[in-house]
């Protein structure tokens, strides 16, 4: 006696509806991190120290939104007179400055940082930096939040961070995006 085998019916897979791709977003590598964190390391200015956070902390409240076409202070700012801590996410940047802030209880404020490259990224000719009075650092772009504390800042004057993009140029441009938190070392 013979054994016949019926096999099942193929069915197609599954559709996936345009709300449920998602864009394939490479996450980094440990070995790529770890480079990013030491090429930021070794472009530190002498007062400025930098602690890998990992993950951002949520949002305690209402958010500037810097962003090359203008950006948005919320909350009940006072532009020339405020205060940290504040929340802060920017979008499509290039080069701009953030809100004007005054330190009163220490001499060193910290900036949490998450980035990630936007259009036109390529690596080989950009960088993204913050500065704060004349001392750049190095942000890599990686999805990877760390804080920088900047010590010797005056308290009780105007401050202002930078965000900018090195090496856009000749049509070359690229755009960073991301989001953070301006604080005190123990906040």
Same mark, same amino acid.
């Given at each position: ?9 193929? $069915? ?7 709300? @449920?791709?998602? =864009? ?12 990013? +964190? ?9 007062? *400025? ?27 009940? *700012? +006072?532009?020339?007179?405020?205060? *940290?801590?504040? @929340?802060?996410?920017?979008?499509? *940047? ?17 900036? @949490? ?14 960088? /993204? ?10 942000? =890599? ?12 800042? =005056?308290?009780?004057?105007?401050? $202002? /961070? ?26």
């Amino acid at each position: 006696m013979g054994l016949l085998l019926l096999a099942a019916p193929v $069915q197609a897979a599954p559709t996936a509806e345009a709300a @449920d791709v998602k =864009p394939n977003t490479p996450q980094p590598s440990a070995a790529e991190i770890e480079a990013n +964190n030491a090429a930021a390391r070794a472009a530190l200015p002498p007062n *400025v120290t930098m602690t890998v956070i990992g993950k951002l902390p949520k949002y305690n409240g209402p958010a500037d939104h810097y962003s090359q076409n203008g950006s948005t202070f919320t909350g009940e *700012v +006072n532009a020339l007179a405020e205060k *940290v801590p504040y @929340d802060y996410k920017f979008s499509r *940047v290039q080069s701009l400055y953030g809100r004007i802030f005054q330190i009163t209880e220490s001499s060193t404020v910290c900036k @949490d940082v998450y980035a990630t490259w936007d259009a036109g990224y390529h690596e080989k000719y950009h960088s /993204f930096n913050v500065s704060l009075r004349g001392a750049s650092v190095l942000v =890599p772009a990686d999805g990877i939040t760390r804080s920088w504390c900047w010590s010797g800042v =005056p308290t009780y004057k105007d401050l $202002q /961070f930078y965000y900018y993009v090195s090496g856009n140029s000749q049509g070359h441009y690229a755009f960073t995006s991301g989001r953070g938190r301006v604080r005190y070392p123990w906040q």
